[in-house]
């Protein structure tokens, strides 16, 4: 049983992870876990694809709504400021 470089962090080889061999060896610059079974995970693309989906279907409500909210206080803020500078501006240049 071959011993490929171990990257924590890095992404996991695709080839390795479905077949549990690397043509690249001890050059490949991905991550190659020793928990793999001898003859890789076949389908171990799907499992990864899911758990993606999975992440997109349920984050991005909640990251877009926190997003949107927090937008247009920032836009809210900036027009109160504006209009507060514009109102000092006006005043000062009537009364000089
Ligand atoms: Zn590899």
Request: with cysteine; charged share 20%.
């Amino acid at each position: 049983m071959t011993i490929y470089p171990q990257r924590p962090g890095e992404k996991d080889c695709a080839h390795y992870m479905l077949t549990r061999t690397c043509k690249f060896g001890d050059s490949c610059k991905f991550d190659h876990p020793v928990w793999v079974p001898e003859g890789g995970i076949p389908d171990w693309k799907e499992v990864t694809v899911a758990i993606i989906i999975t992440i997109i279907i349920f984050m991005p409500m909640k990251i877009i709504s926190y997003c949107i909210v927090h937008l247009l206080l920032v836009i809210v803020k900036l027009t109160c400021i504006l209009t507060i500078l514009y109102f000092i501006e006006s005043y000062r240049v009537k009364h000089m």
